[in-house]
């Protein structure tokens, strides 16, 4: 991992000294930032590959940050937070992080997200995959009908992405099970899922009568609509 430099934005010492080891411990070169207002100086003078981001800066809002952040860089931003809330997470999505991890978070969950974050890169930078009526903005988070940004949760959002990209492709339920929750599905059960796809069709509607998401039984399921990639 050479010349691979992630900025640890944290105003806890403790926890920015514990990201650091983890890190270190991996190969990545870090450097802390316990002031929000230096971020933008030092990403104008250093180049770096990631930035974790924690939601609360005393004073400073990581939301903000973020925003201040995207407009000046494209680097991928892993939100650090105290907070599980659907709104907190949907929030970051929509001012530009990329992913997030909430407290306390385990090692291996934290290094698997940054690893993936730093191959993503810019690959998806400005992509946007078309389908029917639906488009979605991949480096935008966000999902549109006919111009209209649809209401996903983030585990929405999540099946939206696999699915669109593994056209014309079927999922196993095992394949988004680990792609979607965390990599660890050991907590979720195929009803969960259900319930979640379920959901999900109702918010996206159908194109031409069919639905977006067709259902392979005995295996999974897979994106049912042409995909303009």
């Not at 385990?106 to 690959?123: C, D, F, S, T, Y």
């Not at 295996?219 to 049912?224: L, S």
Request: charged share 30%; aromatic share 10%; with cysteine.
């Amino acid at each position: 991992m050479e010349e691979c430099r992630i900025l640890i934005v944290e105003d806890d010492e403790p926890v920015a000294r514990g990201l650091t080891d983890i890190l270190s411990g991996s190969g990545y070169q870090t450097e802390w930032c316990a002031q929000p207002e230096k971020v933008l100086e030092i990403l104008k003078k250093q180049r770096l590959e990631l930035i974790i981001l924690d939601v609360n800066l005393g004073e400073e809002n990581g939301y903000d940050l973020c925003k201040k952040i995207g407009g000046l860089s494209d680097i991928p931003v892993l939100f650090l937070t105290a907070y599980k809330s659907e709104m907190d997470v949907v929030r970051g999505f929509k001012v530009g992080g990329d992913d997030y991890i909430a407290k306390p978070f385990r090692m291996q969950e934290l290094i698997v997200r940054v690893q993936a974050l730093l191959r993503r890169g810019k690959r998806f930078d400005g992509l946007r995959l078309v389908s029917g009526e639906l488009t979605y903005d991949i480096g935008k988070h966000q999902v549109y009908r006919n111009q209209s940004a649809l209401d996903l949760t983030p585990i929405e959002l999540q099946l939206v992405q696999n699915l669109l990209m593994g056209w014309p492709y079927t999922l196993s339920r095992d394949k988004l099970f680990y792609e979607v929750w965390d990599k660890d599905a050991s907590f979720v059960d195929e009803n969960t899922l259900r319930v979640n796809i379920s959901r999900l069709r109702d918010k996206l509607g159908t194109f031409q009568g069919d639905d977006y998401i067709e259902t392979v039984r005995g295996i999974g399921y897979r994106w049912a609509i042409h995909v303009q990639k």
